[in-house]
C-alpha cells in the first residue's frame, strides 16, 4: 500500500457532514468538552484536544499553535537538535506534541508515571495512569489559554518563506488542466497562485508535508482520475480546494502545476542535515514565486 | 563487522524507533515485531533499544568476520550457522567443518570468525530479527538508528541492505557481564520460547466510531480478517469484509458544520478510506491522517500484525485501555525477567 494524495484531503467529500464528534454515543465515557474543544483518547499512548466543533478557522488553528508551545514549554523546553539521543525531559515522558487541522496530540510513554506524580500509600492509583495524567495537562494548558486569550493577545509575527517555482511545461504538465478547469489561462493560473501568501496549518502525511491555507477557490481542480505513479520530489499541485508541494517523490493523484527546485540559496523541503529538517514549520507564511 | 552476502527482502537496520518529530511529518520507523527486538537484544545482553536487523524474507546470508554472540527472534526462517572453513583452536567439539547448525528464534549462540549464518525464509511471511552483542554501529539520526526507508535517512545509509554491505558491530566491553552456562563455552546458548501469535488482535474502539452503523461495526469485530499481500513497513491492507462509512447524519444525528479533519496517526490506527478495505498503520505509517478510524491496535499487540502469515485469519478483540497498559507492563516484565536470568549477577557483585 502506497499512502495515496487522497489522504491529505481536509476536504474530502466523502466526509463532510458528520456531527461534532462529542455526539458519539461511543464516546461519552472517554471524551470530555472544555471551552469549546473536547479531548479524547486516540490510544493508551495518545490524547487529542479537538477544538473544530468551536470554529473551524485560522483564528482556531493559531490558537492550535499557541497550545503546542505552551505544553513545548512546559513539559519539554529542551530544544531538539538532530542527534539529540534523547529529548525528552527525565520527568515526563511526552514523546511527541502534534498539530493537525484544528486539533493537537500528545503521544506519550503509557508506562510512565512521573516521578513527582507517584502514588502515595492508598491513593487510587487509577487516577494516575499517564493518560489521565496527560488528559488533564492538556486541559490546563487549553484553559489557561484560553484564559490568557481574553487579554490582549499580540499577534505572532509569523516568518514568511518564499520558494521559486518553475510554473508550466515539464515541470507542471498539469496546468493546462487546472487553467481548463477554472476557465482561465495558464498565465492567469500562474498568478492567481502566486497572488496569495498561504499559511502553514501544520505538517503531516510526509516529512516536511505542508498542510497549507489559502488557495485562491477559482484555482480549485478536482484530482487526477488516476493518480499518477510518481510525482517528483518539489512538485506544486492542487488537489481539491487544496495547493501543496511535495518534499518527496511519491505517487499522488493532484494535478501538478510546477516544480520547486532548490539550489544553494534554497534548502530542499526536508533534509536532515539542516537544523530544522523541515524548511516549513506550523505557523509560517507561505509565498510561492514565479521562476522561468 | 558482518558481510551481507545475500541481503534478503527489505532487511533494515531498526531499533525501537523514534519519537520527537513527528510535527515535522517524521514517522516513528523502528522494528514492527518490537517485543521481538527487545527479546533479542535482552538474550546478548544489550539495552533492549540497540540496533538489529529487521529480515522480511529469505535467503539471507551474512559472513560474520569477527567473533560475536547473536540472537535470532521473531519467525522462523530456518536459520543455519555454517562453518565456512576451518575453525581455529580448541572448538573442534563443534563438529565437521562445513557442517550446519540450526538455530532457533529466541534463541542466542556464538559466532565464530568466519562462520556464515543463512536465513531461508518463510513462505509466509512475517520477519526474523537477529541482535548482536554490542548492537549495530550505526550513528543515530533525530535520536534513532531506525531506517526510514521511505524518507531515505536513518539505518544504514537511509536504505535497505544490499549484497556487499559491510557492518561493524560496536564493542561490547562496556556492556554488563552475561551468564554462561558450561556447555556454551563453544555452543549452543540459551533461549526462552517467543511469543506466538493467537488469532486475536486487541484494540480500543475508535474515536470517528459514529462514522460507522451499528451494523459496520459489528462486523468490524465479528469478522474474520486476512492481511492482504500489499503490505509494507508503512501499513497493512486488510482483507475480509468491506465496511460503509458513511455520514452520520443518516444514523438520525443532528448534522453541523464540523468535518472530519486530519490529526495525528499512529501505529495501530486503523482506518477505512473510501473503498471500505481497512488499512492498519504500521511503524513507517503517516503522521497526520484524514480517513474514518473504526480502531486502535493496543501496542502491546502490534507486532502480532507483523508476524501474521497471509494465510492466517484474526479478529479483532475490544478492549479497554486499563487492559491496554497492562498487557504492556506484562511484556515488560517478560523482558526484566529474561534479563535477570542472562545477567551474570555474581560478577557484577564482585567488581
Redesign the interface.
Given at each position: 500500500m502506497q499512502p495515496d494524495s487522497n489522504d491529505i484531503a481536509l476536504d474530502s467529500p466523502k466526509l463532510v457532514d458528520s456531527p461534532e464528534l462529542v455526539d458519539g454515543p461511543e464516546l461519552i465515557d472517554n471524551s470530555d468538552l472544555i471551552d469549546g474543544a473536547e479531548v479524547f483518547t486516540l490510544s493508551e499512548t495518545a490524547v487529542v484536544i479537538d477544538a473544530s466543533s468551536d470554529s473551524a478557522n485560522l483564528g482556531t488553528q493559531e490558537k492550535i499553535w499557541q497550545l503546542a508551545s505552551a505544553i513545548r514549554s512546559a513539559y519539554q523546553p529542551v530544544s531538539q537538535h538532530a542527534g539529540l539521543l534523547d529529548t525528552r525531559l527525565p520527568d515526563s515522558g511526552l514523546l511527541d506534541i502534534v498539530p493537525g487541522m484544528y486539533n493537537l496530540t500528545l503521544i506519550f510513554d503509557p508506562l510512565f508515571t512521573p516521578r513527582s506524580l507517584k502514588p502515595q500509600t492508598g491513593a487510587d492509583s487509577t487516577q494516575l495512569s499517564p493518560i489521565t495524567v496527560w488528559t488533564k495537562r492538556l486541559k490546563q494548558c487549553w484553559r489557561d489559554l484560553n484564559r490568557s486569550q481574553t487579554e490582549a493577545q499580540q499577534p505572532a509575527t509569523a516568518k514568511v518563506i518564499e520558494l521559486p517555482i518553475c510554473y508550466g511545461g515539464e515541470y507542471g504538465p498539469d496546468l493546462n488542466a487546472v487553467a481548463e478547469h477554472s476557465g482561465l489561462s495558464p498565465e492567469q493560473v500562474i498568478n492567481a497562485h502566486c497572488a496569495v501568501d498561504y499559511t502553514v496549518c501544520f505538517i503531516g502525511f510526509q516529512p516536511g508535508f505542508a498542510y497549507l491555507h489559502g488557495l485562491n477557490p477559482l484555482l480549485s481542480t478536482p484530482r487526477k482520475a488516476t493518480p499518477r505513479q510518481r510525482v517528483d520530489a518539489g512538485s506544486v499541485a492542487i488537489g481539491g480546494s487544496q495547493t501543496g508541494i511535495y518534499p518527496l517523490a511519491s505517487p499522488g493523484g493532484w494535478q501538478i502545476i510546477g516544480r520547486y527546485l532548490p539550489t544553494d540559496k534554497h534548502q530542499a523541503l526536508f533534509d536532515i542535515q539542516q537544523n530544522p529538517a523541515s524548511l516549513l514549520q506550523a505557523s509560517d507564511r507561505l509565498r510561492f514565486v514565479r521562476h522561468d | 563487522m558482518i558481510s551481507i552476502i545475500k541481503a534478503g527482502i527489505q532487511t533494515s537496520v531498526q531499533d525501537l524507533g523514534r519519537?520527537?518529530?513527528?510535527?515535522?511529518?517524521?514517522?516513528q520507523s523502528g522494528a514492527l515485531d518490537s517485543e521481538a527486538l527487545k527479546l533479542a537484544n535482552s538474550l546478548v545482553g544489550n539495552p533492549i533499544n540497540f540496533a538489529g536487523l529487521e529480515i522480511a524474507g529469505g535467503p539471507f546470508e551474512i559472513a560474520c568476520q569477527s567473533d560475536m554472540l547473536i540472537a535470532l527472534s521473531g519467525a522462523d526462517f530456518s536459520a543455519m550457522l555454517l562453518n565456512n572453513k576451518l575453525l581455529l583452536g580448541n572448538n573442534m567439539s563443534l563438529g565437521a567443518n562445513n557442517s550446519a547448525q540450526a538455530i532457533y528464534p529466541g534463541w542466542r549462540c556464538h559466532v565464530r570468525a568466519g562462520q556464515r549464518l543463512v536465513l531461508k525464509g518463510h513462505a509466509g511471511g512475517g520477519r526474523a530479527y537477529i541482535a548482536f552483542r554490542g548492537g549495530l554501529d550505526i550513528?543515530?539520526?533525530?535520536?534513532s538508528c531506525a531506517t526510514?526507508i521511505?524518507?531515505?535517512?536513518g539505518g544504514w545509509q537511509g536504505r535497505s541492505l544490499n549484497n556487499d554491505d559491510q557492518l561493524s558491530i560496536k564493542n561490547p566491553a562496556q556492556l554488563p557481564a552475561l551468564k554462561f552456562a558450561q556447555h556454551e563455552q563453544h555452543n549452543i546458548d540459551i533461549g526462552t520460547r517467543p511469543l506466538l501469535p493467537e488469532h486475536t488482535v486487541r484494540a480500543?474502539?475508535g474515536?470517528?466510531?459514529?462514522?460507522f452503523s451499528a451494523a459496520e461495526q459489528n462486523r468490524f469485530w465479528q469478522s474474520d480478517w486476512q492481511i492482504s499481500s500489499?503490505?509494507?513497513r508503512?501499513?497493512?491492507?486488510l482483507k475480509g469484509c468491506t465496511l460503509a462509512?458513511q455520514?452520520?447524519?443518516k444514523l438520525g444525528?443532528?448534522?453541523?458544520?464540523?468535518?472530519?479533519?486530519?490529526?495525528?496517526v499512529?501505529p495501530?490506527?486503523v482506518q477505512v478510506?473510501?473503498d471500505g478495505q481497512p488499512?492498519v498503520l504500521l511503524a513507517d505509517g503517516?503522521?497526520?491522517?484524514?480517513?474514518?478510524k473504526i480502531a486502535?491496535v493496543?501496542?502491546a499487540d502490534l507486532w502480532r500484525l507483523a508476524q501474521f502469515s497471509h494465510t492466517a485469519m484474526f479478529r479483532f478483540v475490544p478492549c479497554s485501555?486499563?487492559e491496554?497498559?497492562a498487557a504492556?507492563?506484562q511484556q515488560?516484565h517478560h523482558i526484566y525477567r529474561l534479563q535477570r536470568a542472562v545477567a551474570d549477577v555474581d560478577k557484577r557483585k564482585r567488581q
Amino acid at each position: 500500500m502506497q499512502p495515496d494524495s487522497n489522504d491529505i484531503a481536509l476536504d474530502s467529500p466523502k466526509l463532510v457532514d458528520s456531527p461534532e464528534l462529542v455526539d458519539g454515543p461511543e464516546l461519552i465515557d472517554n471524551s470530555d468538552l472544555i471551552d469549546g474543544a473536547e479531548v479524547f483518547t486516540l490510544s493508551e499512548t495518545a490524547v487529542v484536544i479537538d477544538a473544530s466543533s468551536d470554529s473551524a478557522n485560522l483564528g482556531t488553528q493559531e490558537k492550535i499553535w499557541q497550545l503546542a508551545s505552551a505544553i513545548r514549554s512546559a513539559y519539554q523546553p529542551v530544544s531538539q537538535h538532530a542527534g539529540l539521543l534523547d529529548t525528552r525531559l527525565p520527568d515526563s515522558g511526552l514523546l511527541d506534541i502534534v498539530p493537525g487541522m484544528y486539533n493537537l496530540t500528545l503521544i506519550f510513554d503509557p508506562l510512565f508515571t512521573p516521578r513527582s506524580l507517584k502514588p502515595q500509600t492508598g491513593a487510587d492509583s487509577t487516577q494516575l495512569s499517564p493518560i489521565t495524567v496527560w488528559t488533564k495537562r492538556l486541559k490546563q494548558c487549553w484553559r489557561d489559554l484560553n484564559r490568557s486569550q481574553t487579554e490582549a493577545q499580540q499577534p505572532a509575527t509569523a516568518k514568511v518563506i518564499e520558494l521559486p517555482i518553475c510554473y508550466g511545461g515539464e515541470y507542471g504538465p498539469d496546468l493546462n488542466a487546472v487553467a481548463e478547469h477554472s476557465g482561465l489561462s495558464p498565465e492567469q493560473v500562474i498568478n492567481a497562485h502566486c497572488a496569495v501568501d498561504y499559511t502553514v496549518c501544520f505538517i503531516g502525511f510526509q516529512p516536511g508535508f505542508a498542510y497549507l491555507h489559502g488557495l485562491n477557490p477559482l484555482l480549485s481542480t478536482p484530482r487526477k482520475a488516476t493518480p499518477r505513479q510518481r510525482v517528483d520530489a518539489g512538485s506544486v499541485a492542487i488537489g481539491g480546494s487544496q495547493t501543496g508541494i511535495y518534499p518527496l517523490a511519491s505517487p499522488g493523484g493532484w494535478q501538478i502545476i510546477g516544480r520547486y527546485l532548490p539550489t544553494d540559496k534554497h534548502q530542499a523541503l526536508f533534509d536532515i542535515q539542516q537544523n530544522p529538517a523541515s524548511l516549513l514549520q506550523a505557523s509560517d507564511r507561505l509565498r510561492f514565486v514565479r521562476h522561468d | 563487522m558482518i558481510s551481507i552476502i545475500k541481503a534478503g527482502i527489505q532487511t533494515s537496520v531498526q531499533d525501537l524507533g523514534r519519537s520527537g518529530y513527528r510535527h515535522m511529518g517524521v514517522c516513528q520507523s523502528g522494528a514492527l515485531d518490537s517485543e521481538a527486538l527487545k527479546l533479542a537484544n535482552s538474550l546478548v545482553g544489550n539495552p533492549i533499544n540497540f540496533a538489529g536487523l529487521e529480515i522480511a524474507g529469505g535467503p539471507f546470508e551474512i559472513a560474520c568476520q569477527s567473533d560475536m554472540l547473536i540472537a535470532l527472534s521473531g519467525a522462523d526462517f530456518s536459520a543455519m550457522l555454517l562453518n565456512n572453513k576451518l575453525l581455529l583452536g580448541n572448538n573442534m567439539s563443534l563438529g565437521a567443518n562445513n557442517s550446519a547448525q540450526a538455530i532457533y528464534p529466541g534463541w542466542r549462540c556464538h559466532v565464530r570468525a568466519g562462520q556464515r549464518l543463512v536465513l531461508k525464509g518463510h513462505a509466509g511471511g512475517g520477519r526474523a530479527y537477529i541482535a548482536f552483542r554490542g548492537g549495530l554501529d550505526i550513528d543515530p539520526v533525530m535520536g534513532s538508528c531506525a531506517t526510514d526507508i521511505a524518507t531515505g535517512f536513518g539505518g544504514w545509509q537511509g536504505r535497505s541492505l544490499n549484497n556487499d554491505d559491510q557492518l561493524s558491530i560496536k564493542n561490547p566491553a562496556q556492556l554488563p557481564a552475561l551468564k554462561f552456562a558450561q556447555h556454551e563455552q563453544h555452543n549452543i546458548d540459551i533461549g526462552t520460547r517467543p511469543l506466538l501469535p493467537e488469532h486475536t488482535v486487541r484494540a480500543l474502539p475508535g474515536n470517528n466510531m459514529h462514522y460507522f452503523s451499528a451494523a459496520e461495526q459489528n462486523r468490524f469485530w465479528q469478522s474474520d480478517w486476512q492481511i492482504s499481500s500489499s503490505r509494507n513497513r508503512m501499513a497493512c491492507r486488510l482483507k475480509g469484509c468491506t465496511l460503509a462509512s458513511q455520514p452520520a447524519t443518516k444514523l438520525g444525528q443532528q448534522s453541523s458544520a464540523s468535518k472530519l479533519y486530519s490529526h495525528a496517526v499512529i501505529p495501530g490506527t486503523v482506518q477505512v478510506p473510501a473503498d471500505g478495505q481497512p488499512i492498519v498503520l504500521l511503524a513507517d505509517g503517516q503522521t497526520t491522517g484524514g480517513y474514518p478510524k473504526i480502531a486502535q491496535v493496543i501496542q502491546a499487540d502490534l507486532w502480532r500484525l507483523a508476524q501474521f502469515s497471509h494465510t492466517a485469519m484474526f479478529r479483532f478483540v475490544p478492549c479497554s485501555e486499563q487492559e491496554a497498559i497492562a498487557a504492556l507492563k506484562q511484556q515488560q516484565h517478560h523482558i526484566y525477567r529474561l534479563q535477570r536470568a542472562v545477567a551474570d549477577v555474581d560478577k557484577r557483585k564482585r567488581q
